[in-house]
């Protein structure tokens, strides 16, 4: 029999779940402030009502219909004909995203121990306290042994929540955790937002500047939207293979990506006001350094520097935790569908090798590692191609497929369940997949390599 979710909150909470990750507690606040600020928060949005939801409900509709790995589904919807390569673009697209994320999820617990422990707070001889936090991130992350073993511990708690299965793994897991996640990020806001001078934060994450809308901007809010809600890459094609008959897929469609947003949302109200607070807005909000040494920085002026601090970075790990085992999934899936294997052999042969493949992205950090591909880090590679070219294309195919190949009936009878869902937004959503998603993904990557 094939695996079910059991209940309603358990579809949402895994869902949401794999939505919510490192690409909203991390990327986000780094995609803003690199791209205008509210001006940004506002292009995104749009991104996500019109083109996200969309492109999820073809992925929802695509998997529950063909209640199979994203490869099987397409076999299964259009025997003989080569849709299936979509699904397998999907599946070595997430195993890419794998390993490289793995080792950002280790970097995140790495940082939650070394809170507790105090040591990530130790002044580090001779260096201002931002030197010392950059100091101290190049000997996390950038070190030979302490990343990789933090990186094998994420490896292993993966392993132990995936044998669990889909019901007794991934969603009790994600029912416990993701009300957590909701309960920090919650209690961080009002630390952030009682902080002297929040409100110069606030108003740059929230008055927009229109001028600041131009086209580069547009195709970063749209390539976060998708890498944010997990679209693309067979994640939701997988999931939605466990959704029970029952499941409405339009509304659990929108409440994933609303809480999806909401996240991103109250990441924001906890970064900016804090950033601003204490005077730290500037370069040293780029990227990585933003999570882990702005933040530090910002911990470090607060009282119980290592309370909020582990907290914080308990909460990235959760985050990081409920999307790798949805990334882990699509290849589980895959293995146990196509190869008719146990569960727990294809759990070992998809994690068993990212020991090796991560620790691969790991070592090509540091800096005199010849792990390079045209002159980028093994690590970087990967994030490139997989989510700025995989994905993109990934989507752009299972577009065209639900809206131009899958028989129309086939959609409808999904978003309504038979029939017997009124479904008043079919035709609009319909007209998003078929009109509105394909050339607006076609103008990202066109813009993006031209
Ligand atoms: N959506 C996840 C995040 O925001 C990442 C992810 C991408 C998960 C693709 C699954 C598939 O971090």
Redesign the pocket.
Known sequence: MKAKFSSKIGIVAATVG???????VWRFPAEVQENGGAAFLLVYIACVFLLGIPVMLSEFSLGREGGADAVGTFRKLSPGRPWWLTGLLGVLA?YM?LCF?MVVAGWTFEYMIQSVTGNLYAPVDGMDAAGGFTTRMQQYIEGDIAPLIYTFIMIALNLAILLGGVQKGIERISNVLMPILFLLLVIFCCVSLSLPGASGGLKYFFSPDFSKITPTVIINALGQAF????LG?G?LITYASYFPSSAKLTKTAFTVSVLDLLVALMMGIIIFPAVVSFGLEGESLRGLTLVFVTLPEVFNRMELTELWSALFFFTLSVAAIT?TI??AEVSVAFFQDRFKMSRVKACLSVLLPTVLFSTMCSMSLSSDSSLTIGGKTLFDFLDMVATNIMLPVGSLLMCIYAGWVAPRSLMIRQFTNDGTLRGHLSGFIMFCIKYVAPPAIIAIFVTTFL
Request: net charge neutral.
């Open positions: 794999s939505a919510v990750g490192l690409g909203n997430s995203i994320y890498f944010s809600l997990s890459m994640v999307s949805s990334i």
